[in-house]
């Protein structure tokens, strides 16, 4: 088996309303995978189906080579899963709970308090083993759920939104723990709003926007395309002044939009001299200093040399550049553009 999840024309529909519409989703073996899109764009229900919570309205998926429909027991017994609302039983302890789990899923009895309390101590959330789950903090609920949800070991690991709530040192422990899962041979399913986590841990991403997958590859491909669709767009609405005598404001701000290589620059000695000259430097769109005294530019995204030659310039108008940093367009930005085009009868 090359995938650890394949999906054909994956549907769920409440009544008239399709959450998920007709999802072709491959996703290798021992990958980490994540899922972004807007809130009730169908994430939660996707992971519902392919974790045997809901059945599929039509359509197939093969979670580590069972059918969801035809092997649902086989299926759950090599996944774990973090819902998105906690779960567990909140009159049982932290202990008992991941007890339950570990029992449930048949760990061996000698080993089983042993790899609880790892997990435990891994997560930082033994302090609380013996205080009920209803009486946690929101973060301490997240804690103890992810050791219940590891305690198995899992093959395949399902997270929706696992760091919401969690404070940063925690955060970090979780995706120091998501990476050695991966490392061991595990598939992650991250589901998330954090785009930098997305961006940092996962091989593939997928965007779903009201039930559909409107994007899927790597972080740096969904980048490295946004960039060349802006860069088309840009030719486009370039073709579009030298075509008409008069250009609108809305163009021309498409124009300024679509330059999304940012610099800025922090100067030893800023004057009047240097910004003038850099104002000037012909590969430039925009100029703007921030309350830091950083001088943020825009520019164009067509020349290669752009960069080197805004250096240039103000190195001869005789600037000392302190620092010096590009920005590329983010994961935040192509999420921004996949799901910017949204059919308002399709969130009903
Ligand atoms: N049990 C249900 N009955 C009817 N509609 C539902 C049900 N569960 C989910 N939906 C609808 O399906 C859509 C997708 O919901 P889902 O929970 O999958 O979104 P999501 O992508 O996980 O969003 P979020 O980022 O907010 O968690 C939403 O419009 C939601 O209202
Ligand atoms: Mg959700």
Redesign the pocket.
């Known amino acids: 088996m090359k995938n650890a999840i394949e999906t054909k024309n994956l549907t769920?529909k409440?009544?008239n309303?399709t959450?998920?519409n007709s999802l072709n989703l491959d996703i290798p073996n021992h990958s980490i995978f994540g899922m972004l899109?807007?809130?009730?764009?169908?994430?939660?229900?996707?992971?519902?189906m392919l974790t045997c919570l809901?059945q599929p309205t039509f359509g197939q998926a093969i979670v580590g080579g069972y059918d969801v429909q035809k092997n649902p027991d086989e299926v759950r017994n090599l996944l774990g899963m973090v819902p998105?609302q906690v779960s567990l039983y909140k009159d049982l302890t932290v202990m008992e709970n991941s007890q339950l789990c570990a029992d449930y899923y048949g760990v061996p009895q000698d080993e089983r308090d042993s790899r609880i309390e790892d997990l435990m101590e891994l997560v930082d959330i033994k302090y609380a083993k013996d205080k009920r789950v209803g009486q946690l903090s929101g973060g301490q609920k997240q804690k103890a759920s992810l050791v219940a949800s590891l305690v198995h070991r899992p093959e395949i690991l399902f997270l929706?939104?696992p760091t919401i709530g969690l404070d940063p040192t925690t955060k970090r422990t979780l995706w120091d723990l998501i990476r050695e899962l991966n490392d061991s041979g595990h598939t992650i399913i991250l589901?998330s709003?954090d785009m930098h986590e997305v961006d940092m841990l996962c091989d593939n991403v997928g965007i779903?926007n009201t039930?559909n997958l409107v994007a899927y590859d790597t972080p740096q491909g969904l980048k490295d395309s946004l960039l060349e669709s802006n860069k088309i767009e840009m030719k486009e609405a370039l073709d579009k002044i030298s075509e008409e005598n008069e250009v609108s404001t809305s163009t021309k701000e498409d124009i300024e939009n679509l330059s999304l290589i940012k610099m800025s620059f922090l100067l030893k000695n800023q004057n009047d001299e240097i910004i003038d000259a850099i104002k000037k430097s012909s590969d430039v769109e925009s100029i703007e200093i921030d309350h830091n005294g950083r001088i943020n530019l825009r520019i164009d995204i067509f020349d290669d040399m752009a960069v080197q030659n805004v250096i240039n310039d103000i190195n001869s108008a005789g600037g000392i550049i302190k620092s010096i940093s590009t920005e590329e367009p983010s994961l935040e930005d192509v999420f921004i553009k996949a799901t910017s085009e949204v059919n308002e009868d399709d969130?009903?």
Request: aromatic share 8%.
């Open positions: 769920k409440y009544n309303f959450a998920v899109g807007p809130n009730g764009a169908g994430k939660t229900t996707t992971i519902k809901i998105q929706d939104e589901c709003h779903i039930g969130r009903a």
